[in-house]
């Protein structure tokens, strides 16, 4: 008989042993060779942006030949390789010469190269009156109750069509609301510095977050959540890291977010979701792609503005531009970060995490550098609600 006898019990410890002892040994074990590999590839990386950064310094190479070299040498070949497929300097040298002129300023700094435009900082406000929506209002109480747009005089003559004044739009996703603090007072310190990182999570985002760690800074990701594990674990490390996550997209497709408010919403809606989901975090703030004044969004642009401030969500531009997405060298993203934020009054920087963003992840360590040894004595900080708005 096998059951109670000797032999049994010696299977039974010997199969308790393994599942106690053994099994999380060998588990501890892979993690632990993860963990050292993971770490050895930060430190190659941080090796190779710190010889790249010496050669930038000394300024010993144009533009095109440290290029040349990075491709040569990088261990992050792909990386580059794609950084290089979007280098265009000619666009890069006509938006600074833009803004030398003071003609206009460089506004879309964002990742879609090939829609890089400039346009004038005033924007002209159009209206859309073709999406707003006409309708009959039937007996509906609670609508009534807070919408002060409904001409409710005529509420009881069957004759009198009612007009609705408001967008349909207004009534889409109903619980798409910001939280707005009471009593809101802004912090009005003047030498603030706000980075902040558009299009992430990428491959870098880890990089990024571990010079704000070495150098104990908070800053701020407006994030394009793909809605896939990864991303949503790259997610909940920027939030844990204490920093602050704002909406920038879902698709970063101009043409389509742009095509009308209700396009907008959506997309916004289901970046929104995906952070929510991922973090638990309802994010109050936001960066619209391409920055509040673009040239895709000219016929919604006040009606878009005014719908997501009415749901209480607020916006952040910049007004200073890294050029990182435009394939700007070390030296360019440098000084250009440098002198702009000395111009600047609580400086909004723009840079990016995306997976073109070699350029970045060499350049961000001697900016933080920088900045935090300024004579001004730059705070740097994240964004929140109690940040007064950069907008354009
Ligand atoms: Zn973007």
Request: contains cysteine; proline residues 3%; charged residues 25%.
């Amino acid at each position: 008989m096998y059951f109670g006898s000797v032999r049994f019990f010696k299977h039974v410890i010997v199969g308790v042993t393994i599942l106690l002892i053994v099994i999380p040994c060998v588990f501890c074990a892979i993690l632990a060779v993860k963990l050292n590999e993971a770490e050895a590839e930060n430190k190659e990386l941080r090796t190779e942006v710190a010889d790249y950064r010496v050669l930038g310094h000394k300024g010993e190479y144009s533009a095109e030949e440290l290029f040349d070299l990075y491709k040569e040498n990088l261990t992050d070949k792909d990386g580059f390789l794609k950084l290089a497929s979007e280098y265009d300097t000619s666009a890069y040298n006509a938006a600074a010469q833009t803004e030398e002129s003071g003609e206009a300023v460089p506004v879309n700094a964002e990742t879609d190269s090939s829609e890089t435009t400039t346009t004038s900082a005033s924007a002209a406000v159009t209206t859309t009156e073709g999406i707003k929506a006409v309708s009959i209002q039937i007996d509906d109480e609670e609508d009534e109750e807070e919408d002060p747009g409904f001409e409710t005089t005529a509420a009881h003559d069957p004759e009198v069509v009612i007009t609705n004044v408001h967008p349909a739009y207004e009534s889409l996703y109903p619980d798409l609301y910001a939280a707005v603090p009471e009593n809101l007072v802004y912090n009005a310190d003047m030498d603030y510095v706000y980075l902040t990182f558009d299009d992430g999570p990428s491959k870098y985002t880890d990089s990024i977050l571990e010079y704000l760690r070495i150098y104990d800074l908070k800053a701020t990701f407006f994030v394009v959540p793909d809605g896939t594990d990864e991303c949503a674990a790259k997610l909940r490390k920027i939030a844990n890291a204490g920093h602050t996550i704002g909406i920038h997209t879902a698709t970063h497709d101009y043409t389509k977010i742009y095509a009308s408010v209700e396009a907008y919403l959506e997309d916004f809606k289901i970046a929104y979701d995906r952070v929510y989901d991922a973090t638990g975090i309802k994010c109050n703030l936001f960066r619209f792609p391409g920055g509040s004044i673009n040239d895709f969004n000219k016929e919604i642009r006040s009606d878009l503005i005014a719908e997501m401030t009415r749901r209480g969500f607020v916006y952040f531009d910049w007004n200073v531009d890294s050029s990182d997405a435009l394939g700007a060298t070390w030296t360019e993203m440098y000084n250009t970060v440098l002198k702009q934020t000395a111009a600047a009054n609580r400086a909004v920087i723009l840079m990016h995490d995306y997976n073109g963003g070699w350029n970045t992840i060499l350049v961000l360590e001697d900016i933080i550098k920088a900045l935090l040894d300024d004579k001004r004595g730059y705070k740097l900080d994240k964004l929140t609600e109690y940040v007064k708005p950069v907008q354009f």
